[in-house]
């Protein structure tokens, strides 16, 4: 089984629409993150999270919020959804200890709105 | 301001051959770490090597290795020997320390590798 788990996979809504993406960990650390990728670009940061009750905006957070609801659960929600966040969205998960930083992702979840 | 530039949005490459992308970055703080991360056209993102500010050696994982140079704010990554399977988009991260882990990206290199 995967470390890291987003769903669902492909979503297509319509403008307007609330939508909830959620990402699941078995890695046990404690950040998670949630990045978007517009076609053609690197990924950017939406929002990212040290632990349950530590939350922080990224570089692109308008438009969006989160809810970590256990160490091991970290859900972005579009409150109102409109095209231009039409976009690839990357869940990641890092480890407290680990002096290297290094991110785990998960497959990513392709998110149109039309 | 904290930045990664990637000046080569595509490179072809022969299969068995070698090939440099290029990575620069700017940042203030004096600890970060450097990612490079490989993106097949299916879309995952794959970790491929990490270097440390203040890692003297030159990072290498299996045919990749990062080319550090410190003063000149450079992490080009080497792929030696490049094959079919190496054809993706590559994409260059810093992370600065004092940052809690957060990645800042650049736009990446795609790169084709030609039978």
């Known amino acids: 089984d995967a470390d890291v788990t987003q769903t669902p996979r492909n979503r297509i809504t319509k403008t307007g629409k609330r939508i909830m993406l959620e990402c699941s960990q078995t890695?046990?650390?404690?950040?998670m993150y949630w990045y978007r990728q517009d076609p053609g670009l690197g990924l950017r940061l939406i929002y990212y999270?040290?632990?349950?009750?530590?939350?922080n905006k990224g570089e692109i957070s308008d438009g969006y919020s989160v809810s970590r609801q256990a160490q091991a659960k970290f859900s972005l929600s579009l409150e109102s959804a409109i095209p231009n966040q039409t976009a690839l969205y990357f869940c990641?998960?890092?480890?407290?200890?680990?002096?290297?930083?290094?991110?785990?992702f998960g497959p990513g979840t392709r998110l149109t709105v039309t | 301001a904290q930045k990664i530039t990637q000046t080569q949005p595509g490179m072809f490459v022969q299969e068995k051959e070698a090939v440099t992308l290029d990575c620069t970055y700017d940042?203030?703080?004096?600890?970060?770490?450097l990612f490079w991360y490989k993106q097949p056209s299916s879309g995952e993102m794959i970790f491929l090597i990490y270097?440390?500010?203040?890692?003297?050696q030159n990072a290498t994982e299996g045919r990749y290795s990062l080319n550090f140079q410190k003063a000149r704010k450079s992490a080009n990554l080497v792929i030696s020997a490049s094959q079919l399977g190496d054809s993706a988009m590559y994409f260059c991260?810093?992370?600065?320390?004092?940052?809690?882990?957060?990645?800042?990206f650049g736009q990446g290199t795609e790169l084709s590798v030609k039978p």
């Open positions: 990641a998960t890092s480890p407290r200890t680990d002096s290297s930083y290094e991110q785990y």
């Open positions: 890695k046990g650390h404690d950040r």
């Open positions: 999270s040290f632990d349950v009750k530590d939350i």
């Open positions: 940042t203030s703080d004096p600890s970060y770490g």
């Open positions: 270097q440390g500010s203040y890692d003297q």
């Open positions: 991260a810093m992370c600065p320390y004092n940052q809690g882990g957060k990645l800042i």
